[in-house]
């Protein structure tokens, strides 16, 4: 039995996305004496909802500066439309798939692989029943190809293979049409990634291939893009995408932005906001926004400091871990005001560790660069791990659009 904590005024939620509509869920931050029933109390709302909605197990401790996603009310339905589409291994538990499914437009199986020769290589885990489930739902459910090389890695000698070889390339359209047939996908997003700078316009003329073979029967054809900020940005991950090219070459295209914060770099934010947006104001020049999807990532990491660059490696640790982490070691929970996303610090076995990763907070600001910027909708990487806040308040923003 929890203690009550007496909480004389309703402390004031985090601001609301800003838009014509008011919204039933509500932001609100956890201080110091709060417990799960002194909210409720605040709130008028049942002890039970704030537990469901945001994945509270017994005993509920909760931790100073916590984001907690509360049930304020009925209104209006939200009146901005969003395309969203989730990523998922076919290892993906089937409970977290039909949780999550309500709340997508389609399903992007990771991954299909390909040889030199144009042969598909399909995962190793058999997909049938995701296929199946997304179908059952409305839910598009997507082919994803990537070119993974023997190693499980992204291998670009298999990207410069396929778009610069006429009969591979030929070969890997007839196959992918058929795969797309036989197994009752609806789409196909293209995810290469360090592309060659002279693979360039090569690879944006074989996703305009894949969508001029594709199109007619009605299938829908995406591309990934690494998140640029200029048509001069150096590094592999960039110089072979072209947002203009590829805008046009595709039906919607992936603003990948996620991974600032990432396994081998410092301790940052995986989607600081501010990066985020500077990628999204740079896209917009380059291709229509009804095209564009926002990346928006569902995990954090989990650093061990010193941050040693070379040596270091984060750990990928689920939003729900996160916090648990945070409750566990006693530590508050921080709010980076320029990335817009949240983190703390801990020790552990001696050591000091840095935890960077999402919430309902994070994810508003993320949102609003939708109607900010006219946006199509967005693309999770991934859903393997069931965040409910996070689909919450997206089914509380947005018009969830279905094929």
């Not at 008011?22 to 029933?37: A, N, P, Q």
């Not at 009310?73 to 998922?88: C, I, L, M, Q």
């Not at 459910?141 to 610069?164: A, E, H, K, R």
């Amino acid at each position: 039995m929890l203690l009550k904590g007496s909480h004389p005024h309703p402390a004031p939620a985090y601001n609301k996305l800003k838009s014509k509509q008011e919204h039933s869920m509500e932001i609100y931050v956890v201080k110091s004496g709060d417990t799960v029933d002194s909210i409720a109390d605040s709130y008028g709302i049942p002890v039970s909802s704030v537990i469901y909605n945001n994945q509270l197990t017994y005993p509920y401790a909760l931790a100073v500066g916590q984001a907690l996603l509360l049930s304020a009310g009925e209104t209006s339905a939200p009146d901005y439309p969003a395309w969203v589409n989730g990523y998922a291994y076919p290892f993906i538990q089937r409970d977290t798939l039909s949780e999550t499914l309500p709340y997508l437009s389609s399903l992007s199986v990771f991954s299909y692989g390909f040889t030199t020769q144009g042969d598909l290589v399909p995962p190793t885990v058999d997909d049938t029943f995701m296929i199946d489930a997304a179908l059952a739902q409305g839910v598009r459910p997507v082919l994803t190809l990537t070119p993974f090389g023997p190693d499980g890695n992204f291998n670009n000698f298999l990207i410069t293979s396929v778009v610069n070889d006429q009969e591979a390339k030929e070969n890997l359209l007839a196959n992918l049409l058929a795969t797309v047939q036989e197994k009752d996908f609806q789409g196909v997003d293209i995810d290469f990634e360090y592309i060659r700078p002279e693979d360039r316009i090569p690879f944006a003329d074989f996703v305009a291939d894949v969508r001029n073979l594709l199109s007619p029967y009605g299938y829908h054809v995406s591309v990934a893009l690494a998140p640029k900020t200029s048509d001069t940005q150096a590094g592999l991950l960039y110089e072979g995408k072209d947002y203009g090219l590829l805008g046009e070459a595709a039906d919607s295209v992936l603003l990948m932005t996620y991974e600032w914060g990432y396994t081998y770099g410092p301790p940052m934010a995986v989607a600081p906001v501010n990066k985020v947006r500077q990628v999204v104001e740079y896209a917009v020049t380059r291709i229509d926004p009804s095209k564009i999807d926002l990346g928006i990532p569902n995990y954090g990491y989990d650093w061990t400091l010193p941050f040693v660059q070379g040596t270091s490696r984060a750990t990928t640790v689920s939003n729900l871990e996160a916090v648990r982490i945070a409750v566990e070691a006693g530590v508050p929970i921080q709010f980076d005001e320029v990335a817009m996303s949240p983190f703390f610090r801990y020790e552990k076995d001696g050591q000091e560790h840095e935890v960077w990763f999402e919430d309902v907070r994070s994810y508003r600001e993320k949102f609003a660069l939708l109607p900010a910027y006219g946006l199509r909708g967005m693309g999770y990487w991934q859903i393997m791990r069931f965040f409910r806040p996070n689909w919450l308040l997206l089914e509380d923003t947005f018009q969830i659009q279905k094929p």
